[in-house]
Each structure stands twice: as structure tokens, then as C-alpha cells.
């Protein structure tokens, strides 16, 4: 049985229940400043920290543990004779237990607060216990998570001990936490785009059913220190979301933050498969179900302004997985809620992301976000856009952009006709665009025509304005085709690969 446990906790939860089984148990109790007080308040018998060091806190707390009479009681290897007698020399007492948890600076670094209160919550003392009671975990008990606690006080009451296992366990999340906490705080204070070390600070938000696939496994994880769309939504109805589901959600709540206009997209696959612009959410959504009437069945559909009741009947008459909005109206979320498995997701925030990761066999790559749409319109073509074109032309680049290279999109009326991607090459996808469409203006491709045959494409299904990028050593041939054909042709400089 443990003889002696340092307590140091900024969260209280579950300590009183734990300094209670010491104290019956005839375990002493160290403790530091406003732990000292609370467990002391609440009838536990504690010594204060300073007794054991013969130094008192000092530089407002700042130094309290760091001392050779706390860290040589938790660090000495109790079967090594040396190290026994070391500690005996100089009066120090073995620490057999370790329970701390961090200054909450996650949660500061998001307050809007100074840079130096900031700091103020960079927790020294704590990581540094952990990480000597962590590699001395043969002989010390590691708590950093007070989900642990009732855990380990069932197994010293059934054992009255804690097995290896369990001890290596609990000085991995030691770890684990302290490595994410020294993450943040690097993240924080060098702010460089690309440091020399991709520091990740992520934290476990749930487990998922399956990931892609039903034999693939997957969980979801959070940052620790950034607000962001896909961390602080609010479920209000439906199953567990999966996977694709999450995927699936952030594209299609992207797409339509895109617009200042009431919007509505449909995501299928991780691909828009319906967006369209309307007077209200209503209009929006009938839009977007109209590009795509096919490919929505069992979708994702997202709106940037709050869906009522009128829309939640709208979208009731078919199989939906999930609704994405900023806000539900009571008559609406009553609609919804008639359908137990659909999932309704608030969204709280707007996409906040500066970075996009993806992970490759032994690597990620790291990239800044697609966030710039249009570099400068140029008219290249003898024929310009009209004011309406050259509207819709703007929408069809702002959906092009989440399409799979190569990507096509048709569109008219700020409306989604046709959308073409994931294509080896730009003509493929043209024409899968094109003949969904079946008509319309406006074609919208998200990078340079290296030839001009999908402007002859174009023509034959009556396309009369084309927006791409430029760029390609041919541009004078596309150009050409376009005065040849009477179709308005506009560059944007800037291309939207998305792979």
C-alpha cells in the first residue's frame, strides 16, 4: 500500500473523493496552496508542501515543487540501493503517489486576454512532477485525469496495490497529455507558419462507429487550442455521427460560407452535388435539389442562414443523413425531430482554419487554406460578360473550388446545373458537367485549359461564358475558339486545385 501522495490539482472534481480513501487508508498528504486549502477545508488531514521542502512558495507560486525533497521522493528507484541511501543521507522520503492536473491553458490561450496573463498559465511545477513520477512508474502511481481516480482507488481496495500494467498505462497518458500541452504552448508562442517541428496538440472527442469503411477503425479529434466549425457544433437530433459524416459536414458548411448571399449546397461523397443561391433558405434548398435531384437522396445539405419551418417540410420529403445550419427555428427543429436518425447540426462558427494536413505514408504535408478566390478578372475574349454572366460566373468559381480536380461546374441563375470531377482529364469532366446540365450559361473549371476543346464542347450544349483560370501555354488557341464561337471567356489568375 502507497505511504505517501502528493496532490496538486487545478480542477477539483473527484479529489475529495480520493484524498478521503488516503486518509482512511493511513496515507500522507502533500499538498501545495489552493489544493492545501480545499482538501484542508473539507476536513482532510494534509501537509502543506513547504514543510516537506523547508522552503516556502515563492515568486507568486511560481516555485513551490520544484526542489530535491519532492522530485528525489518521486525520481529515487526504490530497489536501487544507491538510490535509497542517497535520499536516506539527506533526509527526503519517498513519494509513492503523484496527482496532478494542469494550469488550464488550452482554455486561456482562446480568451481574449493579454499575451502575459497568457503566459501566467503555462504550467511548469505540474508537467515536471508528472513527467518524473511518469518514468518512475514502477514505483509511483501517476494520476493526471480525474476520470482515473475512482479507477484506481477500486483497484487498491480489491488488490492494495496497482499492477504494472495499469501504472505503465496511466504514465502514458502522462505523456500523452504533457506532449499535447508542450504543443500548444510552442504553437503559441512561436507563430510561425512552418516551424521546424510539426507540434500536433489534438484532444480525443469521440470514438466513431467505423471509419471510411465498416473494417476500417476510427475516432475524432479536436484542437486543443483553436476554435473551428467541426469542434464547437451542437447536435440537436439523430443518431451518432460517423466518419463521412464529419467529412462530409465540413465541405458542405465551407461551401456555403462562401456566400454573403442566402445559400444552400448539397454534399454527397465528400463532393457538392447541388448549390444554389435563393431569396430565402426555402428557395435556396429547392435550387440545390433541382441541380441534383438524384445524387441528394442520402446527402448532407447545409444553409448559411437559419432553416424554418417551411424549409424543415421541404427537406422531410427525402432521405437526408444530416442538416447543417446556424440556427433551427422551434417549428422547424420540431419538423426535423420527426425523423429520429436525422442528424441536425448547429453550426456556431464560421470555417476558422489557416492550415489544411494531409497525411501521406510516413509524412503530412502542411498547407495554408485555399482562401483567396479571384486574383484579378481579366477579359481575354472579344465579347464580354454581362453584369448577370459575370455574377454567375463568381458563384460557379466559389463552387468549383470544392470540386475534385479536374473540376467542372455549370451553372446559371445562381443555380448548380451541372457538376463534373474527379477526372483524369479537364474534357472528362467537362462533358460529365455539360451533359448533367443539359444547358445552361455559365461553365466554371477550376484550372487552365491546356487545349481548346473544351470550349468546342462548351458551345455544343450552348454555353455562352466560360471563367478558368489562364495560365496554360495554349491560352491563345481556348481564346480563340471562344471569339471563333461568340462565348465570353474571363481569367482569374489563380487556380483551385483540390486533389
Known amino acids: 500500500m502507497i505511504k505517501r501522495a502528493l496532490i496538486s490539482v487545478y480542477y477539483k472534481d473527484g479529489i475529495l473523493e480520493l484524498g478521503s480513501f488516503l486518509q482512511e487508508n493511513n496515507v500522507e498528504i502533500i499538498s501545495t496552496g489552493g489544493t492545501y486549502k480545499y482538501l484542508k477545508d473539507n ?21 513551490k515543487t520544484l526542489n530535491p525533497y519532492i522530485h528525489g521522493g518521486i525520481l529515487a528507484i526504490r530497489d536501487n540501493v544507491s538510490h535509497m541511501k542517497t535520499i536516506e543521507e539527506h533526509n527526503i522520503t519517498t513519494i509513492d503517489m503523484v496527482v496532478v492536473n494542469l494550469y488550464p491553458f488550452f482554455e486561456k490561450v482562446k480568451e481574449d486576454i493579454s499575451f502575459e496573463e497568457k503566459v501566467e498559465f503555462i504550467d511548469i511545477g505540474g508537467p515536471t512532477m508528472l513527467r518524473s513520477a511518469g518514468k518512475n512508474f514502477r514505483d509511483v502511481i501517476v494520476l493526471s485525469d480525474t476520470k482515473d481516480y475512482s479507477k484506481i482507488i477500486e483497484e487498491l481496495r480489491e488488490k492494495g496495490e496497482v499492477n504494472y500494467e495499469t501504472r505503465k498505462y496511466l504514465a502514458g497518458k502522462v505523456f500523452n497529455l504533457t506532449s499535447a500541452y508542450d504543443a500548444a504552448i510552442s504553437n503559441f508562442m512561436l507563430e510561425e507558419e512552418y516551424p521546424e517541428y510539426l507540434n500536433l496538440s489534438y484532444k480525443k472527442a469521440m470514438d466513431l462507429r467505423y471509419g471510411e469503411n465498416g473494417h476500417q477503425t476510427a475516432s475524432y479529434y479536436v484542437s486543443t487550442v483553436e476554435e473551428g466549425a467541426m469542434k464547437d457544433f451542437c447536435q440537436l437530433n439523430g443518431k451518432e455521427l460517423s466518419y463521412n459524416n464529419i467529412k462530409d459536414m465540413d465541405i458542405a458548411w465551407k461551401v456555403v460560407n462562401e456566400f454573403e448571399e442566402v445559400a444552400c449546397c448539397a454534399v454527397k461523397h465528400n463532393t457538392p452535388c447541388g448549390v444554389a443561391l435563393g431569396e430565402n433558405a426555402r428557395e435556396a434548398y429547392l435550387k440545390a435539389f433541382e441541380g441534383d435531384p438524384i445524387s441528394i437522396f442520402g446527402g448532407i445539405v447545409s444553409f448559411n442562414r437559419e432553416v424554418d419551418e417551411d424549409t424543415a417540410k421541404e427537406l422531410s420529403k427525402i432521405f437526408l443523413e444530416i442538416v447543417i445550419a446556424p440556427g433551427f427555428s422551434e417549428e422547424a427543429l420540431k419538423v426535423l425531430s420527426e425523423k429520429k436518425n436525422l442528424r441536425v447540426i448547429k453550426c456556431n462558427y464560421k470555417p476558422k482554419d489557416k492550415y489544411e494536413l494531409s497525411k501521406v505514408d510516413g509524412g503530412i504535408l502542411v498547407q495554408s487554406v485555399d482562401n483567396k478566390l479571384i486574383e484579378d478578372i481579366k477579359i481575354v475574349t472579344e465579347k464580354a460578360p454581362t453584369k448577370e454572366e459575370l455574377k454567375d460566373m463568381i458563384f460557379g468559381m466559389k463552387v468549383v473550388k470544392y470540386v475534385k480536380s479536374n473540376g467542372i461546374v455549370v451553372v446559371e441563375k445562381g443555380q448548380t446545373l451541372g457538376i463534373g470531377g474527379g477526372q483524369v482529364n479537364r474534357i472528362w469532366a467537362a462533358k460529365e458537367a455539360l451533359e448533367r446540365a443539359k444547358g445552361g450559361a455559365i461553365l466554371a473549371s477550376d484550372a487552365f485549359f491546356p487545349f481548346n476543346d473544351v470550349v468546342e464542347e462548351a458551345a455544343k ?20 475558339e471562344c471569339n471563333k464561337l461568340g462565348i465570353a471567356m474571363v481569367f482569374t489568375g489563380i487556380r483551385h486545385f483540390k486533389h
Open 461 to 480: 450544349y450552348g454555353i455562352k461564358a466560360i471563367i478558368q483560370p489562364g495560365g496554360a501555354i495554349k491560352d491563345k488557341d481556348s481564346i480563340d
Open 43 to 63: 476536513g482532510i488531514k494534509v501537509i502543506d508542501i513547504s514543510e516537506v521542502t523547508n522552503f516556502p512558495e515563492m515568486l507568486d507560486g511560481r516555485v
